[in-house]
């Protein structure tokens, strides 16, 4: 049986690293606590807000 295994940690890693560094960014802007978990919320999915200007400056 042939098994193919993928590596993606370098993905990950950047990944890992702009979560860690979105998160301090959102916290440090944050004016109180609820603020603060919605600035945590928007660190996880910050990639799909990247894609959404991106493709929104490009006109598609």
Not at 16 to 33: R, V
């Given at each position: 049986?042939?098994?193919?295994?993928?590596?993606?940690?370098?993905?990950?890693?950047?990944?890992g690293?702009?979560?860690?560094?979105?998160?301090?960014?959102?916290?440090?802007?944050?004016?109180?606590f609820?603020?603060?978990?919605?600035?945590?919320?928007?660190?996880?999915?910050w990639p799909?807000?990247?894609?959404?200007?991106?493709?929104?400056?490009?006109?598609?």
């Amino acid at each position: 049986m042939n098994k193919q295994v993928q590596n993606c940690a370098p993905s990950g890693a950047v990944y890992g690293l702009g979560l860690i560094g979105a998160a301090i960014y959102f916290i440090i802007q944050a004016t109180g606590f609820w603020a603060g978990v919605l600035g945590v919320l928007k660190a996880i999915v910050w990639p799909a807000f990247l894609v959404f200007e991106a493709l929104k400056a490009l006109g598609a």
